[in-house]
């Protein structure tokens, strides 16, 4: 199992491009999340997901859009890219596990991604 | 809205010295807690949880304890090692078993000097 793998791992973008920061699990997860980490701050979430073709916004969603087509892959998409999305982005994934009242998420590595 | 508050950081200890972070917690309801941790160029990885008021979470010679009446979940272990040097995250969620949107605090890192 690779668990939940994100590329790039590193990123430079100027004002106004757009990229799509890939997400990807083989644990047949339900759940997938996205989250920014700023410096010095926790993380913040930005949309999350039920199964495919379910997304919904989570506290931070300006300037991002994601798409869930299949169970293992959760793309994010920055369309027009500001200087304030410069960040280190966490993919995140969890099952549904009855019982316990929680289910643990399994991150990703992360991407930096710088805009100037 | 639901939110937590770390400790200042960072913290520099001594091996084999006793380490707290503080966390306390502001929620609706009944959250579950957690604590994260993230070592060098990884991830977070699951440290510890508690679901239900005086549960006590541990794993790798780390505890916390779910304190409803002081809405605390203070991070204690009584000897750190170098390989504890990583940023914790103390964090919670609605309880329940559908998608759970973590609110995270804001990190602690901790050295540890040999």
């Known amino acids: 199992n690779a668990g939940v793998t994100q590329t790039p791992k590193f990123r430079i973008l100027k004002i106004g491009q757009s990229m799509t920061l890939q997400c990807t699990q083989d644990?047949?997860?339900?759940?997938m999340y996205w989250y920014r980490q700023d410096p010095g701050m926790g993380l913040k979430l930005i949309y999350y997901?039920?199964?495919?073709?379910?997304?919904d916004k989570g506290e931070v969603p300006n300037g991002y859009n994601v798409s869930r087509s299949t169970t293992e892959d959760f793309p994010l998409r920055l369309e027009l890219a500001a200087p304030s999305q410069t960040s280190v982005y966490f993919c995140a994934s969890s099952q549904i596990v009855t019982g316990i009242g929680y289910n643990e998420q399994f991150f990703g590595p992360g991407t930096r991604l710088t805009v100037l | 809205g639901n939110s937590v508050t770390q400790m200042e950081g960072p913290v520099t200890l001594s091996e084999e010295a006793f380490l707290t972070i503080n966390c306390t917690y502001t929620?609706?309801?009944?959250?579950?807690l957690f604590w994260y941790v993230q070592y060098p160029g990884e991830g977070l990885q699951l440290l510890l949880k508690?679901?239900?008021?005086?549960d006590k979470g541990s794993n790798k010679g780390f505890e916390a304890t779910y304190r409803k009446e002081t809405t605390s979940f203070h991070l204690e272990k009584g000897s750190v090692q170098v390989s504890d040097s990583a940023v914790y995250f103390c964090?919670?969620?609605?309880?329940?078993?559908?998608?759970?949107?973590?609110?995270f605090g804001q990190g602690t890192r901790l050295t540890i000097n040999p």
């Open positions: 508690a679901t239900k008021a005086d």
């Open positions: 964090a919670l969620s609605d309880r329940g078993q559908g998608a759970q949107k973590l609110v």
């Open positions: 644990m047949n997860h339900n759940y």
């Open positions: 997901s039920v199964g495919a073709g379910i997304t």
């Open positions: 929620a609706t309801g009944y959250p579950s």
